[in-house]
């Protein structure tokens, strides 16, 4: 990072489990409220960008995917998780599809 600052990730418990890989994982895209107000772009590098109606880039932040579980880290400090269930997530009491 510029000015020899470091990226600092939050402490995880070590429940045996591994991130999957930022690239392989089968989550990366773009997944989408049915009214289309809410979208989650899941970058292949580990990165999201959060689109509320007009605006564009809402949020974003880091996210980790582990097995079905996915969990966020907004930049600026806000943290949030969801589950995929049947190729659907659920996020926030929000129900997302793959587009």
Same mark, same amino acid.
């Given at each position: @990072?510029?000015?020899?600052?470091?990226?600092?990730? !939050?402490?995880?418990?070590?429940?045996?489990?591994? !991130? @999957?890989?930022?690239?392989?994982? !089968?989550?990366?895209?773009?997944?989408?409220? +049915?009214?289309?107000?809410?979208?989650?772009?899941?970058?292949?590098?580990?990165?999201?960008?959060?689109?509320?109606?007009?605006?564009?880039?809402?949020?974003?932040?880091?996210?980790?995917?582990?097995?079905?579980?996915?969990?966020?880290?907004?930049?600026?400090?806000?943290?949030?998780?969801?589950?995929?269930? +049947?190729?659907?997530?659920?996020?926030?009491? @929000?129900?997302?599809?793959?587009?």
């Amino acid at each position: @990072m510029a000015g020899g600052a470091s990226h600092h990730r !939050p402490f995880l418990p070590d429940d045996g489990e591994r !991130p @999957m890989s930022e690239a392989s994982h !089968p989550y990366a895209g773009l997944w989408v409220t +049915d009214d289309g107000r809410i979208r989650h772009e899941l970058l292949p590098n580990g990165r999201y960008v959060e689109a509320r109606g007009s605006r564009e880039r809402a949020y974003e932040g880091r996210y980790e995917v582990r097995g079905d579980h996915i969990d966020y880290w907004d930049d600026t400090g806000f943290t949030a998780d969801g589950d995929f269930i +049947d190729g659907v997530l659920h996020h926030a009491g @929000m129900v997302l599809r793959r587009r």
